[in-house]
């Protein structure tokens, strides 16, 4: 994979994969093009974590115990899989992803993101959807898009085995050199988390909710 995202200078990359036993008309050596970044399914080790649920509940659990144990490139399904003849005779696969499974991706799923431990790629239903029957562009809600933002920015820039340089999301050292408050400064060193304090982010968060006043604050 590193190998892959370099081919563009650090900048950034699409990749196609393609399962080629689907394209057995086509001549083998026409089936893929490196040179364009179309490649075969198995060019990297990959996961395909499907929950093949039902239940919105059994699926997220499946669903963060999957990537909490993950060894490779993890593709991560947070979809439920309706029986035909149940879930779909009283819901539509619409309502289910609308209603209870997509929500319950930014309360469930995201408390089990942790710093060594997330899904590279996220696969939803009726993905930006939150009202029933709304697909038009202008009804459609961010969440998924803020998701990918925050799991890049704040917790992978947060893992040293991955981004080596500096957390973007603090201020500059620069700025802080030319305080005229040195002693206020180291107070608010004291109290701020080390940027790759490898604390769990869920677990600073709901420190906040806590009595004790130091942690409240996430101090």
């Known amino acids: 994979m ?3 995202m370099s081919s563009n200078n650090g900048k950034g990359c ?4 393609l399962d080629t ?12 093009s490196t040179d364009d970044g179309i490649h075969k399914s198995d060019a990297i ?3 395909n974590a499907w929950p093949e649920k039902d239940d919105t509940k059994a699926v997220a659990e499946w669903a963060v115990d999957s990537w ?4 490779n490139f993890h593709v991560g399904k947070w979809i439920s899989t309706p029986n035909p003849f149940t879930s779909t005779f009283v819901y539509s696969i619409q309502s289910i992803a ?3 499974t997509n929500p319950a991706l930014y309360w469930r799923g995201v408390n089990g993101i942790k710093l060594k431990k997330f899904p590279n790629v996220l696969l939803v239903d009726y993905i930006g959807m939150v009202l029933m029957n709304e697909p038009q562009w202008d009804s459609l809600s961010a969440e998924l898009y803020t998701l990918a933002i925050g799991i890049n920015l704040y917790t992978i820039s947060e893992n040293c085995d991955i981004n080596k340089r ?8 620069k700025n802080q050199r030319r305080s005229s408050k040195p002693a206020r400064v180291a107070v608010q060193r004291h109290h701020l988390r080390q ?16 009595g004790d006043p130091e942690e409240r604050y996430g101090v």
């Open 2 to 4: 590193e190998k892959l």
């Open 14 to 17: 699409v990749l196609i994969f």
């Open 21 to 32: 036993a689907h394209m057995k008309n086509i001549p083998e050596a026409k089936r893929i």
């Open 45 to 47: 080790q990959w996961t």
């Open 68 to 71: 909490s144990r993950k060894t």
């Open 98 to 100: 609308v209603l209870p």
């Open 166 to 173: 500096r957390s973007p999301l603090l201020p500059s050292l």
């Open 195 to 210: 940027w790759n304090d490898h604390r769990a982010p869920s677990a600073w968060l709901s420190s906040r909710t806590r």
